[in-house]
């Protein structure tokens, strides 16, 4: 029985040591990978902005409350400046639409990686089968 399990384990090992990769292939798992990082990075900025536009959202609705007399100071790079009631919610509704368009970038960027990584991933496992693990440990 032991000289069994010794022999089955041989071959395991022989198929790791059958898989040939050539310098294409090497180029393909690098560039799936630097899409993997690419596209953490591109979840992290994403939840960020989100937050974001819903930080701009609470404070649209805060504002709401206030009296039209009222100066409100508004953060611009980093600098508090006070305006009006109206010229606040202006500026603010123009943060919101830049966040909303900076959210649509990403997930359009996400989009086409994505595809690339499927395309890299479907070639790869085809290539290599069980011999390459290319999911995400999340």
Same mark, same amino acid.
């Given at each position: 029985?032991?000289?069994?399990?010794a022999?089955?384990?041989?071959?395991?090992?022989?198929?790791?040591?059958?898989?040939?990769?050539?310098?294409?292939?090497?180029?393909r798992?690098?560039?799936?990978a630097?899409?993997?990082?690419?596209?953490?990075?591109?979840?992290m $900025?994403? !939840?960020?902005?989100k937050?974001?536009?819903?930080?701009?959202e609470e #404070?649209?609705?805060?504002? !709401?409350?206030?009296?039209?007399?009222?100066?409100i100071p508004f953060?611009i790079?980093?600098?508090?400046?006070s305006?009006?009631?109206?010229?606040?919610q $202006?500026?603010l #509704? $123009?943060?919101?639409?830049?966040?909303?368009? !900076?959210i649509?970038?990403?997930?359009?960027?996400?989009?086409?990686?994505?595809?690339?990584?499927?395309?890299?991933?479907?070639?790869?496992?085809?290539r290599?089968?069980?011999?390459?693990?290319? !999911?995400?440990?999340?």
């Open positions: 029985m032991a000289a069994k399990v022999s089955s384990t041989s071959k395991v090992f022989q198929n790791h040591d059958d898989v040939h990769i050539s310098f294409e292939d090497q180029q798992i690098n560039r799936f630097k899409h993997n990082v690419r596209m953490d990075d591109l979840k $900025e994403l !939840e960020m902005k937050n974001d536009l819903k930080c701009v #404070a649209l609705e805060e504002i !709401e409350l206030f009296d039209e007399e009222e100066d953060l790079g980093e600098v508090f400046l305006h009006k009631l109206g010229k606040t $202006e500026l #509704a $123009e943060t919101k639409d830049a966040v909303i368009k !900076e649509a970038s990403i997930e359009a960027k996400t989009k086409i990686i994505k595809a690339e990584m499927d395309e890299l991933k479907a070639h790869l496992y085809q290599f089968g069980s011999n390459i693990s290319l !999911e995400n440990d999340d």
